[in-house]
């Protein structure tokens, strides 16, 4: 092949690909055009049709470029501004904190349960009755074996939650594993005071009502032992009554008489509670060794929750008035969109408690952990303490031996260590772990005792009686609420808030954004044609154009030697 053949091949391939390059070039510059043309329409559109303030004035034909320059800072500040006030509201709301707020400060006790009160003599084993026992008393046991039987009794004169150590006087009864069979909790019950002993006046008054005494006070289980209470779900007779129902038949619930539970009373002020005369035990019904004076304890707490906590103490001759208050908070629903780590709470359905109860209440928490902590270290639970709602047969009653057992680790039950232990404490203290929430839904109880000296008309035979009068100090109390500082509603207001603000827009505004940057952007799009017209101008234009290309042919068959090339051509 000769040289000037190769030559006018290579020449028409470059000149071929010049070619295909330049309508490629071309194809580019119509595609840019083309959307640099789209996107003018959608944003005219946007800037004239739009309901945000402002933007007409960017695209206006009477407007300057003074004026159109103005604007569109003006807007583009206005957007920022929105902006950082939607991203602070949008940083509150993922905080997800809770404001709590005074909703009245007359809310009526009426509408309120009256609180639990308990009534626990200062020896709860009646040592005349003791003494009394015989062999059909308790069945089961050797007769020789009562004496053994009076001094277990004994330990549970003064015996409460924590003091454990009572029973170490149990290490020198040889007869103690005879006794294994031995029912405490019924045992108990026949060697404390009857209620008829208890109120030995009879005669009782709620709510400026003269009642009887025993009907209105039942047998209660304490930290304490075996006490009486009032209004109280806990008690002997309501657990009987209510069962597995608890928490299930709302806020109250009725007796066979009909009467409404847990009772409330819509006055304040003394006599419009619970008032009673209590007798105190002599000193032949205290056990000989034990200290216990002629006294009655007091507890006062939430009628749905099992008694725990601080109690108060009257001495013999005294008037004790205890004056009641408390205030009420309550969670609103909404907090619920929260976990009960971030509200710090537990509404009562949230969760249930060891004591057998279909709802959550601290009070309860706390007795149930008090409990599982006896059961965790001697594998038993104090039956004549802690009374379930439900019937647990994997719970097994403590018996004699079990009391040792106490006694040994008393150390674990004597304090309250926080879950949420500070430097200051050792990791490694014995004590209770409780890590129970406070409740959604709260009545605080709040007691105060005042001791007054009676005179002879006001009790009879005053040296060993007591007057206690349990009522509220006021008619109302103040009822808070909590609820979340910015709520999704909320949110989306405080968007639409920022965006009026700024920018006069709406919720229709940002549906027209979006209108305009999808379907009407779709529709531009396919209305400006995909190639350009050329105009008389530009074609003459382009055809005086000329394009110069440089390449290198090598002819390595001819004399291996490279020769450059010019060529120019016209289109």
């Known amino acids: ?65 003074g004026e159109k320059a103005f604007w569109s800072v003006t807007v583009i500040c206005a957007m920022l501004f929105a902006t950082y006030a939607i991203v602070e509201s949008w940083k509150t709301y993922k905080k997800s904190t809770i404001d709590t707020v005074i909703e009245t400060t007359f809310l009526s006790y009426a509408d309120i349960a009256f609180p639990m009160v308990v009534i626990c003599d200062s020896s709860r084993v009646d040592w005349e009755r003791v003494m009394q026992l015989t062999a059909k008393d308790v069945p089961g046991i050797d007769p020789g074996l009562l004496p053994a039987v009076r001094k277990l009794l004994k330990t549970f004169s003064v015996l409460s939650y924590g003091d454990f150590d009572e029973f170490d006087e149990l290490r020198n009864i040889t007869e103690l594993p005879k006794l294994i069979r031995l029912n405490i909790t019924e045992l108990l019950v026949k060697v404390m005071r009857p209620c008829e002993e208890v109120f030995s006046h009879g005669s009782c008054w709620w709510n400026f009502k003269l009642v009887n005494c025993c009907d209105i006070f039942e047998l209660q289980r304490t930290e304490f032992g075996l006490c009486h209470s009032f209004n109280s779900d806990f008690s002997e007779y309501s657990r009987a009554r209510l069962g597995a129902d608890s928490g299930l038949i709302g806020a109250f619930w009725r007796t066979e ?81 929260l976990t009960p780590k971030k509200r710090r709470c537990l509404f009562a359905d949230e969760s249930s408690t060891g004591m057998g109860t279909n709802y959550y209440l601290r009070r309860n928490c706390k007795t149930a952990c008090y409990m599982d902590h006896v059961i965790q270290h001697c594998g038993c639970y104090l039956e004549f303490m802690f009374g379930l709602m439900r019937q647990n047969d994997s719970l097994r009653p403590c018996n004699v031996e079990d ?30 772990k409780c890590d129970c929430m406070p409740d959604c839904v709260h009545q ?68 027209e954004l979006i209108y305009f940057l999808t379907w009407k952007a779709y529709h531009h799009w396919r209305q400006t044609p995909s190639t350009t017209v050329l105009t008389s101008k530009s074609k003459k234009k382009r055809k005086g154009r000329i394009i110069e290309d440089t390449w290198t042919i090598d002819d390595t068959q001819t004399n291996n030697n490279s020769q450059d090339a010019r060529f120019s051509y016209h289109l």
């Open 257 to 337: 008489s009909g009467e409404l539970r847990p009772r409330r009373t819509g006055d304040n002020g003394q006599w419009s509670g619970v008032r009673m005369y209590v007798s105190t035990m002599t000193p032949e019904q205290v056990a000989p060794g034990v200290d216990a004076k002629p006294s009655t304890r007091i507890m006062i707490g939430e009628p749905r929750g099992a008694p725990l906590g601080s109690d108060m103490v009257v001495t013999a001759g005294s008037i004790g008035n205890v004056h009641v208050w408390g205030d009420r908070i309550y969670n609103t629903p909404r907090t619920k969109t």
């Open 1 to 65: 092949m000769s040289y000037s053949g190769k030559t006018s091949s290579s020449v028409s391939r470059r000149v071929a690909h010049i070619r295909f390059r330049n309508k490629a070039s071309q194809r580019d510059r119509t595609d840019a055009e083309r959307r640099a043309n789209v996107w003018k329409k959608i944003l005219d559109d946007v800037c004239d049709q739009c309901s945000l303030h402002g933007l007409n004035h960017i695209v206006g034909k009477d407007r300057s470029a």
């Open 403 to 432: 009391l040792l057992c106490l006694s040994e680790k008393n150390q674990f039950f004597k304090s309250l260590i926080p879950p949420e232990q500070t430097a200051l404490m050792t990791s490694n203290l014995p004590g209770l």
């Open 444 to 511: 605080m109880y709040l007691s105060e005792l005042t001791i007054a000296e009676p005179s002879i008309s006001t009790v009879l035979n005053s040296s060993s009686s007591i007057l206690i009068d349990a009522h509220f100090t006021q008619s109302t109390c103040i009822l808070y609420r909590s609820d979340l500082v910015l709520g999704w509603l909320d949110l989306l207001v405080s968007f639409g808030g920022c965006a009026g603000l700024f920018l006069g827009g709406s919720l229709l505004s940002f549906i």
